[in-house]
């Protein structure tokens, strides 16, 4: 398996923007889609977008809605998530992954952990008051 590398987490003031990168490399396999996890403190990784990787559909979660926007740059394998207006509950590790080809990409699957098989290491996103 290939790897998939997040970055350009960092710390930043309420209100303030970031963008993260997920570049793969190595033999990840077809992409079919990508997405964004993160996990707080004592909380479950949760979904944070998704986007599949030919036909630019993306799923958002309702607690990033018009904050976040999530791209791709096929030609660098590169999946990119901007992020704007953060709040201090945006605090969280970040990770990227690869969605299952055998799956439709719909919004209930694009949501859910288990149906990603290949995960990044996670980039810290802490966000103060």
């Known amino acids: 398996q290939g790897q998939l590398v997040e970055s350009g987490g960092g710390l930043v003031q309420a209100g303030g923007s970031l963008r993260l990168s997920c570049a793969a490399s190595?033999?990840?396999?077809?992409?079919?889609?990508l997405g964004w996890f993160r996990q707080a403190p004592g909380k479950e990784r949760e979904f944070v977008a998704a986007?599949?990787?030919?036909?630019?559909?993306?799923y958002y979660a309702n607690s990033v809605k018009g904050r976040f926007a999530i791209s791709r740059d096929n030609g660098k394998n590169t999946m990119y998530l901007q992020m704007n207006s953060l709040k201090p509950e945006d605090t969280a590790v970040y990770y990227c992954?690869?969605?299952?080809?055998?799956?439709?990409?719909?919004?209930?699957?694009?949501?859910?952990?288990?149906?990603?098989?290949?995960w990044g290491q996670g980039t810290q996103v802490t966000v103060s008051s």
């Open positions: 986007i599949s990787w030919n036909g630019g559909t993306t």
């Open positions: 190595g033999s990840p396999g077809t992409i079919y889609a």
């Open positions: 992954a690869i969605f299952g080809p055998t799956y439709p990409f719909d919004q209930p699957a694009a949501g859910r952990r288990e149906m990603y098989d290949h």
